[in-house]
Structure formats: C-alpha cells, structure tokens
C-alpha cells in the first residue's frame, strides 16, 4: 500500500520588506596553498620594509661614529719621570718615539739618557762636551728645530745641532743622539764689556744661521752666517753680515722666525717690538704693546706667521701681521688664552713650545701649571698640573704626540692625545681669523703644499652653495615643471599628451654625468658669448607668450573652434623660438649699446662683480633640465588625480577652463605639487656630478649668479679620496655627509607636515 502525501504544508521562508529572505550560502573555504602565498608574501613585504629601515639607521649610525669622535678633547697624561743630575738639563730635544730625551747643561755638556718603560731605561747613553771646560753658560735654550742654544762669557751665543737617528739590527729598532759641530756666534764687538741680554739664534738648512742678541749698551747686534757649498762640490765659503741696531728698551725675550727674516721681542714693560731683516738689514722698528705685565715668554708657531706672547700675570696671546689699507701690515693681537694655572692662581708663564704638527702649543708657568692651547681653535683643550717645580724649559715630541718638562730637579714626560684640536663650532660654521688674512673670515680650504699649513674647515661656504646651487636650479625647474602639468593635464589635446609626457619623463633618465659634461664644456662658454640674450629672454619670453596669447584670442571664433583642442601649442613655440632667435640676434647690439661692448668688463667695474664661465647660471641651467621631469611627473600625476566632479561642477556653474584649474583644481592638487617641489629640491641639494663638472669647484661665499660654488656633495666627492682615513678632514666630510643628510630630513619632514595639512584641508572639496 502506497503511503499517502502529505497535506501538511512547508514553512514558508522567512520574508522581509523587500521580499523572502533566504539563508547566506555557504561561503567557500580559500585554498591553504593561496593562503601560505597570501602570508608568504606579507612577511617578505614586510622584511623587506625593515631591512631597507635597519640599512638606514644602519648608514646613519656609522656616520654618527665616524664623526664623534671629532667632539672628544685632548688627553693629557704624565708617563714617565727622569731625575735630572747636576747641573740640569736647560734645553732639551726629544725623539719621535718618546724613548730619549738629549739636553744641554750649564756645564757645557749635551747628555742624552734613555727614557724609562718597562724594558728598563733611565740611564745615559752618551755625553758631549761643546764647551770648553770651566765654561759657565747662560740662558739655555732649544729651538723648534733641534739647536741648543746657550751665551757663553765673551759676548758670543754658542749653538749645537743636536738630534737622534734611528737605525735597525734585524728587528731591533736602535735609536742614537747625534751631536752636530758647535758654532760660535760673535756678537759683542772687541772691546765692548758687558755680558749679553736676551738673545735668539735659528739655523737655516745651508748650515747657515741668524743670531742676535741686546749688548750691555741696549743696542741690538745681529750676525748673519752665511754657507755656500762650491758648486762643483768639495768647497765651502763662509760668510757674515753684521748690523747694530738702536734699541731704547730693555729686552726680556727675542725670538726669530724659522727663516731669520723676522725677529721679535718683548719687554718687562709688555711691548712687542718687531723688526723685518731684508738683504741690506733690519726695517723700521714696529712696537706694540701687549698690556701692562711683562713679556716672560716668546715662541713661533707652525710655519712662523703667529706669535704666542707669554707674560708676568700668566696672560697668553696670539699675535700675527695683518695687512692695513693704507698698505704695510701691522703686528695685531688675534686671540687671548685663560692662563694654565687655574683662576686665582696665576704665575708668570716661563716657557712655551711650538707643535710640530699643527697651530697649537704648550704653555708652562712658574707654578707648575701646564696647558695645551690651540690657536686656529681659539680654546684651551686641556689644563693641568705638571708636578715640576720652577720649570726650565718645555719641549714637544716630534709627532705632537708627547712632551717634555724639564725642571731643576726633574725631567717629566707627558703623552698626549689630541687628535682634532682645529675642530669647534666656531671653526666649523662660524667666522675665524686665519694667519695672512685682514679679518676673520669663512673659508673652506682643507690642504696645501706645505705642512705649515693652516687647515681651513668651515662649512658654512658649502652650506651657502649648497642652497645656491639648489635655488637657480629651482628657480627654473618650479615654473617650468609645474606650469608644464597643468597645461598637459587639462589643456593639451589627448593626442599630443600620449606623444609630450613621455619624452618629458625620458628626460628623468639622462645621465647627471652627461647633463654635467654638455654644462661644462658646451653651454658654459657658449653662455659667455650670449650671457646679455639670456638675460634678454628673461623679459622676451614671457611677453612673446602673452603678445601669441592675445592674437590667439583675437581670431575668428569660428575658426578657432574648427581648429583641434590644443593646436594653440604650437603658436606659442613658433612664438618662444621667434622671441629667442631675436634675443640672441640683438645681443650684440645690446651689449654694445647698454654695456659698453663687454658684460663681463661691465659687470666688475659697475658692481664689482667677476664673471666666471662656470657659474650659477650654467648650473642653474643644467640641474634644472635634471629636476624638471621629477617635479614635471609628480605634478601632473596630481593635477590628473582631482576627482572629476570637481571639475565638472565648476564649467556647470559658468567657470572658464582656466578659472576652474586656477581656482578649484590647482588648490585640491596643491598638497601633491608641494610633494614634487620638495623632491625636486631633495634632488636638487643631493646633486653632485653636475655642480662638480658645470661650476668652478670654488667655495666662494658669495650669492652671485656669474661665479661659482662648491656644495656638500661635490665637496665630499672631491676631498674624500685624499683624506686620510681618521684624520680630521676624513672626519669632518662624514660631519658634511650627516648635515647633508639632516637638511633634506629636516626639510622633507616640514614638508610632509605641511602636505598633510593641505590634504586636510582641502579633502572636504
């Protein structure tokens, strides 16, 4: 029997306002192998972000570590201690390695002794006699390039070469002093009594010197030895000049410069005297006075052009010739140095010493107080107590690495560490006054072919161009890229801007190299000929577009109608090549007419401003063609992403094109257009290639647009292979490389800040 269907109803479906609502249907599982993609690929995203994040940091950090260590200061330390015997050593020498130490005595005597360490040492290896015996010498002295000096009885200076050479035996280094011949200087004339006042002897390379010293009667006698080597070898001729000069002052300390061309003293009143020998004698006296307490101390620095000038209160002072406008140059005190004694505690300063390596020196007082001074730096970098009493004299290690202090009692040695004393803040961005220099200036100048040199590391000149280079750059790049997106955007016809845009960007793939190349030695003296149409162009140019504007306006609607969007294009270049072939055309005659024949002659003699090929405009120019296409992209993508409701609501309401892209399109793009501005100008300040090739390299502080100017970039791409790799300049263009990097961080971060309060404020439209 068959069962019978059921009577009973289905339940309906649940229904709703809009109908039956029937169930979701079952949603379908994703594939675990698409999944592991999904993840795999997310992680490798990821990783990849924050490697490129650590390779950052990473890049920053060494650069923190490369430059740090130019904050440090100097290191001071007292190593080793000699007792001296009897007499004591007056003037002393030491050796490059810090292991001997030679010195002249009273007796007449040069004693070397061996340094001790922890081989051993402390003992004497070798003593010469330069002074007959019985002979009681006075006033003992070392000079910067190893002459012990002394005045024996008589009226004469005796000087003696006195040095160490280094010599191997297999691997054992074996260092031995060298005594040279003693040399009498006669200074008193026969017959005149009286023992000799303050005096000063510098030996020249010929085995020749300069000596001279302040008789008993207060003039000044000079005797310049001369040695001439025969020419055909073998023979040697001597030869002395002799001058007294007039003196009205009682001299403390004289001392001469490396060549003996210059010889300064001082007094127990507090002038400085300076004389200037020549071939026919000593110039005019110059006198100045360096305050009330009394000149105890004189020393030459590095390349004798500065004087340090220690006196009775402890004061210490920089001196050098500075050139006046009225012509000659005067002695002028640069800088002034707190004592090495602590406040309070002042004592006469009784020796100084000269770094071999740079422009500081150390100074000693009569209280044991000891610093080390740096004069380009302007500071004092360490100060302390030596531990000798009554100091006799003070001497660097060869290597500015160590020093000496001989006392009565003792000979103390001190290692120092100072490896960046020319770096400060001032030095490095502020004004400084260098040696043969009329004023304090900013000046980048890292090296020079001698080692007297004076380091010159300021960058603020790289800074100035640096922003300059970046200006003319944008100052064209701006207009150009900008104005360019906007007419492509939302006025070319769409057939021409499938053709224009690309070959826009093909620019971005130029080589800077090239670009470079082409500025300087194609546009550069190419520019020089035609510099007064360039500037022509700058008025002829814009006024050529407004003048095709108008008569583009003034044709025949309907004709201008029948005519494709955007053919007004090619009015306006017919116009701007027109409006440069005339500029170039009439230069002559406007150079000739307004310029007296030369923009260059005119331009130094009206303004005072000098026309280099490789300028600013060149650059300008050049860097510019590189940045147009970054700003030209970025803006046209910015332009072309305004909604287009915008747009179109605008022409509905009766606005023109131009109205509606001035007003309503160019302030919603505006947050996009000012991205491309600021990385235009990142690329811009990070440009090396064409600032090194298309300028003159030269870092001038000036805003001039006709010369040149050196920027960070080029300025790192030019010195680092010379630098030497922990050095000072090595570390101070790390210190470039980092503000470098802190410009472009600090104005990129303004300028996204900026970005997104326009995006805020225009997101509402």
Known sequence: MEPRPSTTPEPAPPSGPAGPVRPPPERERTAPRRLWADRGARWLVT??????????????????????????????????????????????????????????????????????GPSGGGREVAAVRVAPEGVRLEGLRATPDGLLTAVVDGGRVLAVPAGFRTRFEGSERRIEPEVGEPVYYELAPAGEEGELGAYSVRADREGG??????????????????????FLGGETTESLERWRVPVSYRLSHLVFDGAGRNLYGGTPGGEVLWWRFGASGPSDLQVVSAGEAGVSALAMLLGDRSLVVGQQDGGLSVWFPVSRDEGGERLTRIRRFPPPSAAGRASPIVALAASPRDKGFLAADLGGGLGLYHSTSHRRLWRGQSGVARPLALAFGAKADAALVAGEEELAGFSIANPHPEITWRTLFGKVWYESYSRPELVWQSSSGTQSFEPKLSLTPLLVGTLKGTFYSLLLAIPLGILGAMYLSHFMHPVYKRHVKPVIEIMAALPSVVLGFLAGLWLAPRLEQVMPALLLMVLVLPASVLVAGWLWSLLPRGLRQRLPTGTEMFAFVVALVGAGWAAIA???????????????????????????????????????????????????????????????????????????????????????????????????????MIVLMATGNTPILDWNPFNGFRTLSANIAVEIPEAAQGGTLYRTLFLAALLLFALTFLVNTAAELVRQRLRQRYSRL
Do not use: C, K
Not at 53 to 62: E, V, W
Not at 84 to 109: C, K, N, S
Not at 591 to 602: D, K, L, N, Y
Not at 612 to 628: E, K, L, P, S, T
């Open 47 to 116: 990783a990849g972000g924050l490697t490129i994040i650590a390779s950052i940091l990473g890049i920053l950090l060494f650069v923190l570590l490369e430059v740090w260590p130019l904050t440090a200061g100097a290191r001071v330390a007292r190593s080793v201690a000699l007792a001296q015997g009897e007499p004591p050593l007056a003037a002393v020498v030491v050796d490059e390695h810090r292991t001997h130490v030679a010195g002249l005595a009273a007796d007449g005597v040069v004693r070397a002794f061996s340094m001790p």
């Open 209 to 230: 010197g300069t000596a001279a010293a302040q008789l008993a009667g207060g003039d000044l006698a000079v005797v310049r030895r001369a040695v001439r080597a025969s």
């Open 586 to 688: 009439l230069a002559p005659w406007l150079e000739t007419a307004v310029f007296g024949g030369s923009f260059q002659r005119w331009l130094l003699e009206t303004t005072g401003l000098p026309y280099d090929q490789r300028n600013a405009v060149v650059v300008g120019i050049a860097m510019g063609f590189a940045v147009i296409p970054i700003i030209f992209a970025i803006s046209e993508d910015a332009f072309s992403n305004v909604p287009p409701n915008l747009v179109a609501g605008s022409l509905a309401l009766g606005a023109n094109r131009w109205q509606t892209v001035t007003r309503v399109v160019l302030p919603t793009a505006s947050p996009g257009i000012f991205s491309a501005v600021m990385v235009g100008f990142g690329r811009a300040v990070g440009e090396t």
